[in-house]
């Protein structure tokens, strides 16, 4: 090289400025992409310059410069890709078109049709109707190809028809000079400079094109939805809570965020640091371009080629620098396999609690259940039955025949006592006819009017003190073949109840086909159990009350029938317009004898809290919360975890706090155990036998991080699409950041990657990142 | 048939193969995708159709003239006019300013230029997009406008009008087509001046307006009117964004909403209609003269 050519000089400078961009911007920036400063005393996001990152927040206060840094690399690879492939592709037809002529006429229309239609529109039909999760940047360069290879094409096409007539050409036919080395020897050369300048421009295009997009608001990739107001102790009116954040992070996206006109005042710097990106960067490449046609104008490529020594070098400087420029927190990432290789089945967590050489310390509470003891029964003179014991779970047709209703309100014991009958316990006087206001179409018939003759089955007999005796008052059928349905069986039997019965038996004789389940289809339908359904509603708290126990048809006669009741005309519909004279409520004379054993159960429930000694009580704890399942085990996968981190926590001192929950003890206890230290996240495990991990939590500004950890623990995880509210995922520890990790995907094994993403987490936290100390 | 006469015909030949293309995919394409409103604030809301009566169904957008409440016919050539109003505008900047600069860039030229500075320069200014530019000078009037505590602006930053609405989209979508115009002019008026009967006409003492403008510039015209079909080529590309940035409800804007609402029919009649500015004007570009971009370098 005879004379430095300046203008090459700035374009290697500014070529190796923008791949080291690329590779680096991400290491380089003075804070991770992940780093949310969600509020900041009392002013708006976006920051302004200065207030709290030199160069202003994004909308949902992340550096706007370190996004810029790391969002170089997607962006820049898009563009390059773009713009080579749209030049290669213009040669490529040009190429055709100069071979054989009569394909010129095809690549001449073809290309006027795609030069001719504007580039943003297509793009964003195309973007629009193709993105989706797994082939956004593929899609994304193939819409910039599809709308930019003419214009290359135009340029080279002509080009070479003009090397192509050249003195020089026609000499080397004439010397009888192959086809393919006329123009690789002879005239590509001299389309190099067009080459290089196109390039250049198509790059730009691209980075345009791709800008435009982001303006128009389609991001280039699939995004996750962000709401950071659940991190913030106060929500205030301003530029939205939410925002959306692509998955490959490009700054067109960042341009999204901010393109309303009506807010572009508060969003100005939002703007204009990724449009300064764009513009350096356009800048940068149009004088690599420049750079590269002055050079291949007076010089043969093919010379630089050969003596490529200089591109190897400065590749060589290159990854030199990345050992200048180490990745962030890198030590984690030691932290994340030594969790991983600290898995190990774990049968007696408490025991590797101690081993580990942790603090624990027991949270109990009892807890009083109130459970049957034996089968209710119901003797009347001679006859007796009894209620299945165990209750069978889901009985099929015509098993249960006798049942009691254990719930608060009612109970157990020994009543022994008169037998009243009560009939059906209709009193007209408490079910008034509903006056028509009430009244719709398609509704079942008024009851009120239908039983305002009917006798007051209490009107003749005292039932204090006594057994009452009821059937249930299915309803009356009305004139137009619709139903005026009776009470549910629970307003009877409470009101017997009320009015002081010491015990009631009730008949219904649809309880042998009643479903658990509630009501069920097949071949026959079977509506769910009513009285499953009071207990659930109301349970017992004590063991001593009234008994109540429900007899089927076939155990009501088995009872009654010595004392010669008939109870046929009560039970079914009644036929409309019946009248009865009187009530069939009568003292039955008889001594009836009605027992529904319970016992109370106390239980202790214990849960474990466990902290790893020798932390700081200043520092901030991580909470790793794992439930037991409902009948107080110990889940395999969880504890396995826990193992593993307890002796990884003793061993370098991770502030780790483990909570080993009992569910059916509250989370109270262990809140107020856990009160008086400062906890900066809690993780709740969840089931972990599954292929991928997932988190969901409120705290939007975690989102990304999670993920982040995730991917460098070498976590297989699904990508967090949006926040959660605060209602999906369980919070233990009220007010404080919570992540549910979770197991999603197929059947698998997430035990080893939750133990290395949480121990990348502490990781990083040793390491001083600053996302989780906030 | 001569050839100008063939690459004319090539126009119309065009602007059919277009429609025919975009009738059989756009539809298709819009398939793909769930419809979605562009503009935040602008949601197809009852408001939005209080000028349509009941008959038409909340929350629901057909199409763009649902959009806006305007029947389809006067929508469009109610916006085919205002696109018209900012290419002919820009049409003007860049014919005035563009040659202009060019001739001035072109004088001004110096030893220490050599080569291609002047083009570096204004390749590196075509580099820049129209929104950029856009953007920028929103930003700049909104901080004037801050900066003196008061709620009126110096210009309005957004909506239509044929008044000071139209200072800042027609400066935003003209600078490609100016810069490209001095760009082309320059380059062909420094050819221009470097050849021999110049040179002959400056020994003989010819003054220098008379030199340019009897001379240098029967040489350039060609030029500036190449320029001016591929630097407004430029500016119909960026015609649908600068549209929507200042809310100009243009066609460009209409084509964008058509892809938000999935009316297809719009969207192609907007694009065909683009579509034939952008070849008209690659017709004139080709058959104003040769090409000189590349020339210099």
Request: net charge neutral; proline share 6%; charged share 20%.
């Amino acid at each position: 090289m005879a004379r430095r050519d300046s203008w090459l000089f700035v374009g290697l400078v500014a070529f190796f400025g923008l791949v080291f961009l690329a590779l680096f911007g991400e290491r380089i920036a003075p804070h991770e992409a992940i780093y949310f400063v969600p509020e900041h005393g009392s002013d708006p996001r976006p920051y302004d310059p200065g207030v709290v990152f030199p160069f202003g927040s994004d909308v949902l206060g992340r550096d706007l410069f370190s996004v810029v840094l790391a969002g170089a690399r997607a962006t820049l690879t898009i563009v390059l890709v773009a713009g080579v492939a749209r030049v290669l592709a213009g040669i490529l037809v040009a190429g055709v078109g100069n071979w054989w002529r009569p394909a010129r006429l095809v690549t001449e229309t073809v290309a006027d049709l795609a030069a001719a239609v504007p580039a943003t529109l297509v793009a964003l039909l195309l973007v629009k109707a193709f993105v989706n999760t797994e082939t956004s940047i593929a899609v994304v360069i193939g819409a910039l190809l599809i709308t930019g290879w003419a214009g290359p094409y135009r340029v080279i096409r002509a080009e070479a028809d003009r090397v192509a007539h050249a003195p020089f050409s026609e000499g080397a036919i004439v010397l009888g000079i192959s086809r393919w080395r006329l123009f690789w020897r002879h005239q590509f050369p001299h389309l190099m400079p067009v080459v290089a300048m196109n390039l250049s421009q198509q790059v730009v295009a691209s980075l345009v094109l791709v800008a435009e997009l982001g303006v128009l608001g389609v991001l280039v990739s699939t995004v996750r939805s962000i709401d950071i107001a659940e991190s913030q102790t106060a929500i205030r009116i301003g530029p939205p809570m939410s925002a959306l954040v692509p998955d490959v992070p490009e700054w067109g996206a960042m341009l999204a965020s901010s393109r309303t006109v009506e807010i572009l005042w508060a969003t100005r710097w939002v703007i204009f640091v990724p449009a300064a990106g764009f513009a350096l960067t356009a800048m940068a490449i149009g004088l690599i371009g420049f750079s590269l046609a002055r050079r291949y104008a007076r010089h043969d490529l093919w010379m630089d080629v050969r003596g490529a020594s200089g591109v190897a070098l400065a590749v060589a400087a290159v990854f030199l620098v990345s050992s200048v420029v180490p990745e962030r927190y890198a030590g984690a990432r030691e932290w994340a396999s030594a969790g991983r290789a600290a898995l190990a089945p774990t049968s007696d967590l408490s025991r590797a609690f101690d081993d580990a050489g942790l603090r624990t310390y027991e949270v109990r509470r009892e807890v009083s259940t109130i459970a049957r003891s034996g089968p209710a029964t119901v003797t009347i003179g001679d006859a007796s039955v009894a209620e299945l014991f165990p209750r069978p779970i889901d009985p099929a047709v015509n098993t249960i025949q006798v049942q009691s209703v254990v719930r608060s309100g009612t109970g157990g014991g020994l009543v022994e006592a008169p037998l009243v009958f009560a009939s059906r316990g209709i009193v007209p006087s408490e079910r008034p006819a509903l006056t028509q206001f009430y009244l719709r179409r398609n509704r079942p018939a008024d009851l009120g009017a239908a039983i305002k003759d009917y006798p007051d089955d209490y009107a003749g007999i005292d039932v204090r003190g006594k057994v009452v005796l009821l059937v249930r008052f299915q309803g009356v059928t009305q004139p137009d073949f619709n139903y005026a349905y009776g009470p549910h069986p629970e307003d009877p039997i409470l009101s017997a109840l009320d009015r002081g019965a010491a015990a009631v038996l009730f008949v219904d004789p649809e309880l042998n086909s009643y479903n658990d389940a509630g009501p069920s289809g097949g071949l026959v339908r079977r509506a769910g159990n009513p009285y499953l359904a009071m207990e659930q509603r109301e349970p017992p708290v004590s063991a001593s009350g009234k008994p109540v126990v429900v007899l089927d048809r076939g155990a009501a006669e088995t009872l009654l029938a010595p004392l010669g009741v008939d109870l046929d005309p009560l039970l079914g519909f009644d036929p409309p317009g019946k009248v009865w004279e009187r009530s069939a409520s009568r003292d039955l004379g008889v001594r009836a004898r009605v027992h529904v054993p319970l016992r109370v159960d106390t239980a202790t429930f214990r849960s474990v809290i466990a902290e790893v000694p020798g932390v700081l009580s200043d520092a901030g704890r991580v909470v790793v919360w794992a439930e037991r399942d409902n009948r107080g085990e110990r889940i395999a996968a969880r504890t396995d975890v826990l193992a593993a981190l307890a002796r990884l926590g003793t061993e370098r001192r991770a502030p780790f706090t483990f909570v080993d929950f009992d569910p059916r003890a509250d989370a109270k206890a262990v809140r107020e155990a856990l009160q008086g230290q400062r906890i900066l996240l809690v993780l709740v495990l969840e089931h972990l036998d599954q292929d991928e991990l997932r988190f969901d939590t409120a705290n939007g500004d975690l989102i990304p991080a999670f993920d982040l950890y995730a991917q460098k623990a070498g976590a297989r995880y699904e990508v967090t699409r949006q926040t959660a509210t605060a209602g999906q995922i369980p919070t233990p520890l009220a007010d404080r950041k919570t992540v549910a990790i979770r197991g999603t995907g197929g059947p698998g094994d997430g035990r080893a990657d939750a133990t290395a993403l949480i121990a990348y987490l502490a990781g990083r936290l040793a390491l001083g990142a600053p996302e989780l100390g906030r | 048939m001569n050839a100008t006469a063939l690459r004319l015909l090539r126009v119309p030949l065009t602007i059919a193969a277009i429609w025919v293309v975009l009738a059989a995919v756009v539809p298709a394409l819009m398939s793909k995708y769930l419809p979605y409103v562009m503009r935040p604030g602008f949601a197809c809301s009852k408001t939005a159709f209080a000028s349509q009566g009941a008959e038409q169904p909340a929350g629901l957008c057909a199409g763009v003239a649902d959009l806006y409440g305007i029947p389809f016919a006067d929508l469009l050539v109610d916006s085919m006019f205002r696109s018209l109003a900012l290419l002919v505008g820009a049409a003007a900047l860049a014919l005035v300013l563009g040659t202009l600069l060019g001739v001035l860039a072109a004088l001004l030229r110096r030893r220490a230029w050599a080569g291609g500075g002047i083009v570096g320069i204004t390749t590196l200014l075509t580099a820049v997009p129209a929104f950029f530019v856009a953007y920028f000078l929103q930003i700049v009037v909104i901080l004037i406008g801050a900066s003196a505590m008061t709620r009126d602006r110096l210009l309005p930053v957004y909506g239509f009008g044929y008044d000071e609405h139209l200072i800042l989209p027609l400066l935003s979508i003209s600078v490609p087509a100016i810069v490209f115009t001095a760009q082309l002019t320059a380059t062909r008026m420094a050819e221009v001046l470097q050849s021999d009967f110049v040179t002959a006409a400056r020994a003989k003492g010819l003054r220098t307006s008379a030199l340019l403008l009897v001379h240098v510039f029967p040489h350039v015209r060609p030029v500036i009117l190449e320029a001016l079909g591929s630097g407004l080529r430029v500016s119909v590309a960026s015609l649908p964004i600068i549209e929507y940035l200042f809310l100009w409800r243009g066609i460009g804007q209409i084509a964008l909403e058509a892809i938000g609402v999935h009316d297809a029919a719009g969207f192609i009649f907007s694009a065909v209609v683009l579509a034939a500015v952008f070849s008209t004007l690659s017709a004139i570009a080709d058959l104003s003269g040769p090409r000189a971009v590349y020339r210099s370098t």
